[in-house]
């Protein structure tokens, strides 16, 4: 059965930094494609930054410069180091294997101003 954890989200002021981590089970990890999404009340699902088996990374324009996202096989886990944080970042933070697709559950980062 596959898992994916979500854990690191939390209250932070604007400019702070938090890290989110994503530990899977169930799944062949280290083959895996993984993306980071986020949600924010009212708004579509959105991609955030993805990386690959190999990883190569892809992130979107708005996170550029600010946000890295990293993976330890050896853990079975994926990251989502977040700094220079501002109040539009907020939003549950959702974890995903790209293919086959499977979503974890997710955590909220909320950015106060």
């Known amino acids: 059965q596959v898992r994916l954890v979500e854990s690191g989200g939390g209250l932070v002021q604007a400019g702070g930094s938090l890290r989110l981590s994503c530990a899977a089970s169930?799944?062949?990890?280290?083959?895996?494609?993984m993306g980071w999404y986020r949600q924010a009340p009212g708004k579509q699902r959105e991609l955030v930054a993805r990386?690959?088996?190999?990883?190569?990374?892809f992130y979107v324009d708005s996170v550029k410069g600010r946000f890295t996202i990293s993976r330890d096989n050896a853990k079975n886990t994926v990251y989502l180091q977040m700094n220079s944080l501002k109040p539009e970042d907020t939003a549950v933070y959702y974890c995903?294997?790209?293919?086959?697709?499977?979503w974890g559950q997710g955590t909220q980062v909320t950015v106060s101003s």
């Open positions: 169930g799944t062949a990890f280290s083959i895996n494609a």
């Open positions: 995903k294997r790209e293919s086959p697709v499977y």
């Open positions: 990386i690959t088996s190999g990883g190569s990374t």
